[in-house]
């Protein structure tokens, strides 16, 4: 018969197992496709940050992972979704506020991200060309505004029916709001 020491140690590893296998469930590594264009800044060799507000120029080191792109999503919480992508060798940290989205990180991913590949063949010239450069062009669709900057951040643009967009070029200012004619093609940019 086991004393009671050795009884208590191996229930201890039983019950450390257990905790470690609840903490994983619901971490699963998920693929997606981006459906938009993530603006990021380049913080390492293998790290870039992003963020819900979709900074369209966050300063040096600004890069564009394209629409379209091959993503794993490695973590998410309230707060942030970590993606892996370029094969899994680069990583990108995306700020997320589900207060000010006013949805929940599962709902913005799929927003933001689809289960089946991405194409852009549906899109005008115009709007692939904007797409591309990752910048708004006069005439541009919405579906191609928004493909090309991202999902614009609710607490400022409520509806996507509004007649305008705003985006920001970094956390501290904002590149303008983009206004859509009675076509829904995007018309001017105010400052």
Known sequence: ???YPV???RLSIIFFAAMLMLATVGRAEELRYTRFNIHAQVKSETVAKASYANYTNPSHGHIIIPAGTKVVVKDKSRKKIVFG???DTKTILFDYHAPRMQMSV??????I???TPVFWD???TLDKEGIAKGKVLPGMTREGVMTALGYPATHRTPSL???TWIYWTNRFGTIGRFRFGWKGSSRSRLR
């Open 122 to 124: 549906h899109f005008s």
């Open 1 to 3: 018969m086991l004393s």
């Open 113 to 115: 991200t689809s289960s």
């Open 85 to 87: 992508y370029a094969g």
């Open 106 to 111: 599962d709902e913005y991913l799929e927003k």
């Open 7 to 9: 009884r208590c140690g």
């Open 161 to 163: 029916e509004a007649a």
